[in-house]
């Protein structure tokens, strides 16, 4: 089976910088991506690493080392706007379901 | 592009009673569609794999006999929710894949919040 471990809240300021870790254990790996939702909200698509490295896409950018079985999500510029729920989230293989970390809850204050 | 729409965006019923939720591809095929469901402040447990011309594959745990999935077309699939019970009350949101475009990634519909009472 899949399991994956993310801190379940984060809290900083406006401006700041904020990095989400994730760890996960597959039996299989097909990427690992992030997703953000905000309350009563669909999750939307953030960002997905298939190769070790970092992704950059404007503020928000993500990383993966799949030795480690680690991966993070990096918000600059922290805005109100971002105070969401963050996922991380594998594949075991390709054609399957995402299956989803408990999520980060991330509260941005002024 | 990419659109999943899900009908309808709430629902009350009393106990006992079955719900009916529809997912829908709007500007793509969807050969598979996933349905999750998410208690409040919790993550998104997958349910079971929608397979378009299919018996639907369940996750652990769910009953096959209480979620009936249908999944007739392309673009549509349903997941029913039999003689429903309050504990059933949920965030039920479903999920497709464009092969046609990024495999890696899955557009989500906006959720059907289901209350029972």
């Known amino acids: 089976g899949q399991s994956l471990e993310q801190p379940s809240e984060v809290t900083a300021v406006e401006g700041a910088i904020v990095q989400i870790n994730c760890t996960y254990q597959t039996s299989g790996f097909y990427g690992l991506s992030w997703y953000q939702q905000h309350d009563g909200g669909a999750p939307t698509f953030l960002s997905y690493?298939?190769?070790?490295g970092l992704e950059e896409t404007g503020r928000f950018s993500s990383f993966l080392s799949r030795s480690d079985s680690y991966g993070y999500l990096l918000l600059q510029e922290l805005q109100m706007k971002d105070s969401a729920s963050y996922f991380c989230a594998v594949r075991s293989q390709a054609g399957t379901a995402l299956i989803f970390g408990k999520g980060t809850t991330l509260s941005v204050s002024s | 592009g990419a659109v999943v729409s899900q009908h309808p965006s709430r629902v009350i019923c009393k106990s006992g009673t079955s719900v009916k939720i529809e997912c829908r591809s709007l500007?793509?095929?969807?050969?598979?569609m996933f349905w999750y469901r998410q208690f409040p402040k919790q993550s998104l447990m997958l349910m079971a794999t929608s397979n378009e011309g299919s018996k639907a594959t369940y996750e652990q745990g769910v009953e096959k006999d209480k979620f009936l999935i249908n999944h007739a077309s392309l673009t549509l699939s349903t997941l029913t929710v039999t003689s429903a019970h309050p504990e059933d009350s949920s965030f039920y949101i479903c999920s497709a894949r464009d092969l046609e475009t990024r495999s890696y990634e899955q557009y989500f519909g906006p959720g059907t919040r289901l209350t029972v009472t």
């Open positions: 500007d793509f095929q969807a050969t598979t």
């Open positions: 690493n298939a190769l070790d």
